[in-house]
T-cell receptor, first 113, second 115 residues
Framework: SQKIEQNSEALNIQEGKTATLTCNYTNYSPAYLQWYRQDPGRGPVFLLLIRENEKEKRKERLKVTFDTTLKQSLFHITASQPADSATYLCALSGSSNTGKLIFGQGTTLQVKP | ETGVTQTPRHLVMGMTNKKSLKCEQHLGHNAMYWYKQSAKKPLELMFVYNFKEQTENNSVPSRFSPECPNSSHLFLHLHTLQPEDSALYLC??????????????FGQGTRLTVV
């Protein structure tokens, strides 16, 4: 069955450092991969989308890579700030236009001042 | 605030009660979704509606009954729930069903507790 794994442990880093979060998947060939941010008690907020034929995408301090050979996406936050502390979710979708997103369980990032 | 509004934010109900969750989107989107988020588990897709027609039911028990009267409103009717149904229920909308990998816009969720 399709499976998505994100860093199961919380990630603690110092302010100013680069945070790197991992999303690995098996038994799936996604056409798109998305990253969302979720704060406690709130709904997820879309951050970035990357297509299967794209290797890298950037938005301000965020960078996403997508390696379909390794079946892995890396999500980087450079010059991290305490306000970046949240849970980050990766989500995969296929090309079948069903609207179905398959989510990972998320990685909680804590940026310490 | 996102353009997707869910009410109520919190709900406590007994196993014999009937209640409804409401979702409204102000984004002009055509697709709407219900997701369930339980503690320590990934978001689980429950239902998908496109132009108010149901296109996906992810093997959801019949004690959950969705209703989509138009593209802007989505309801989830609840009856005879079990304690394990306690979770955060999230509504989302998107422009379409994904011909361009369309991102989803989520509401704040309803925290449901079944006692």
């Amino acid at each position: 069955s399709q499976k998505i794994e994100q860093n199961s442990e919380a990630l603690n880093i110092q302010e100013g450092k680069t945070a790197t979060l991992t999303c690995n998947y098996t038994n799936y060939s996604p056409a798109y991969l998305q990253w969302y941010r979720q704060d406690p008690g709130r709904g997820p907020v879309f951050l970035l989308l990357i297509r299967e034929n794209e290797k890298e995408k950037r938005k301000e301090r965020l960078k996403v890579t997508f390696d379909t050979t390794l079946k892995q996406s890396l999500f980087h936050i450079t010059a991290s700030q305490p306000a970046d502390s949240a849970t980050y979710l990766c989500a995969l979708s296929g090309s079948s236009n069903t609207g179905k997103l398959i989510f990972g369980q998320g990685t909680t990032l804590q940026v310490k001042p | 605030e996102t353009g997707v509004t869910q009410t109520p934010r919190h709900l406590v109900m007994g196993m014999t009660n009937k209640k409804s969750l409401k979702c409204e989107q102000h984004l002009g989107h055509n697709a709407m979704y219900w997701y369930k988020q339980s503690a320590k588990k990934p978001l689980e897709l429950m239902f998908v509606y496109n132009f108010k027609e149901q296109t996906e039911n992810n093997s959801v028990p019949s004690r959950f009954s969705p209703e989509c009267p138009n593209s802007s409103h989505l309801f989830l009717h609840l009856h005879t729930l079990q304690p394990e149904d306690s979770a955060l229920y999230l509504c989302a909308s998107s422009q379409g069903l994904g011909d361009a990998g369309t991102e989803a816009f989520f509401g704040q969720g309803t925290r449901l507790t079944v006692v």
